[in-house]
């Protein structure tokens, strides 16, 4: 399995961006998929996940009412929108996939980072 994210940038506070994520592999479409993200000097922190069928999604609290997780399966596709974007936002962020997402998700696979810089 291979997962290729994108859409990072730089942005000023109060923008938004979409990420995206392609995965590539057997049966990735039915995975549980989901977000990380590591700021400078932190560890790294879980963002978003959502279920194989993308019935059920789960947030970290800090980003509920910004940011919402997606996903195309036809496509292989995975997508966070991020809105409202504030500097402490500032991270590479990871998507990952296959794992179980109760009580917390633990990913088996794991793609490259695309950075995220928020100025203000």
């Known amino acids: 399995v291979q997962l290729q994210a994108s859409g990072g940038g730089l942005v000023q506070a109060g923008d938004s961006l979409r990420l995206s994520c392609v995965a590539s592999?057997?049966?990735?479409?039915?995975?549980?998929m989901g977000w990380f993200r590591q700021a400078p000097g932190k560890e790294r922190e879980f963002v978003a996940s959502?279920?194989?069928?993308?019935?059920?999604?789960f947030l970290a609290d800090s980003m509920k009412g910004r940011f919402t997780i997606s996903r195309v399966n036809a496509k292989n596709a995975l997508y966070l929108q991020a809105n409202s974007l504030k500097p402490e936002d500032t991270a590479v962020y990871y998507c990952?996939?296959?794992?179980?997402?109760?009580?917390?998700?633990?990913?088996?696979?794991w793609g490259q980072g695309t950075l995220v810089t928020v100025s203000s």
């Open positions: 959502i279920t194989g069928n993308g019935g059920s999604t």
């Open positions: 990952a996939c296959r794992g179980p997402l109760i009580p917390t998700f633990v990913p088996t696979y």
């Open positions: 592999g057997r049966n990735v479409d039915s995975y549980n």
